[in-house]
């Protein structure tokens, strides 16, 4: 019966992976696809079902990264991120804020399926190459130190690096340039008392700085 089977959402821009991973879930017996979206918002209007599982890629349009790991599972759903988005600050931060699991876009079809299953009996899974990283997100979680005040920029430039953007990505995004960014995050790091990246996106994610505005959206 289709209640029995594994309800699973799709979340990415690019047409022919969001294509091909949508035909790899209905073709397996046991799984039926929710919603097919090239963004949070656009899942979050076509879902059907609340605590589908929702394959994510990180560079999506409108929230992303980070930031659309925390508003998927905000919405009850458990998420398992397929990206190709691997560096260590992106895998961090997914799993920082949540996800269930992650995988590279190397992945096939059996393993996407085989995480699935995996996300749907509560464990989770990782990509064994990514394994050390999830390792390193563990003692971030638990002491991610108390919430500081920020001024507006800052708390838009500590969200943009919770994304898991670069120096360069952020002065882009906020048409500042990168010598200023850079001092907004050394005023970060002194009010925070946290130098590594990894660190402050975990606290941007405890502290709901990841989500104060989507990084697409932030104005200069």
Excluded: N
Excluded at 14 to 24: D, I, K, N
Excluded at 90 to 109: I, Q, S
Aim: glycine share 8%; charged share 30%.
């Amino acid at each position: 019966m289709e209640t029995e089977r594994i309800r699973v959402g799709v979340v990415e821009d690019h047409p022919l992976y969001r294509a091909a991973v949508t035909r790899v879930l209905e073709e397996a017996p046991d799984i039926v696809v929710d919603a097919v979206a090239e963004s949070v918002a656009q899942f979050a209007a076509r879902s059907r079902w609340p605590g589908s599982i929702v394959v994510l890629d990180l560079g999506i349009p409108g929230v992303r990264g980070a930031a659309a790991v925390m508003e998927m599972v905000r919405r009850g759903h458990p998420v398992l991120v397929v990206t190709a988005q691997t560096d260590r600050a992106e895998v961090l931060g997914a799993m920082l804020a949540g996800a269930r699991g992650f995988l590279g876009k190397d992945a096939d079809g059996e393993e996407i399926l085989h995480a699935v299953r995996e996300v749907a009996a509560g464990r989770s899974h990782v990509a064994s190459k990514l394994a050390d990283v999830v390792l390193e997100a563990a003692p971030l979680k638990r002491s991610p130190g108390a919430r500081i005040d920020l001024s507006h920029r800052e708390a838009e430039v500590l969200a943009r690096l919770a994304a898991g953007e670069r120096d360069q990505d952020i002065a882009v995004g906020l048409r500042i340039s990168i010598r200023t960014v850079r001092s907004y995050l050394d005023r970060i790091r002194d009010k925070t008392g946290l130098r590594r990246r990894p660190a402050l996106t975990a606290y941007a994610i405890e502290h709901g700085f990841a989500t104060c505005s989507a990084p697409d959206r932030l104005s200069a």
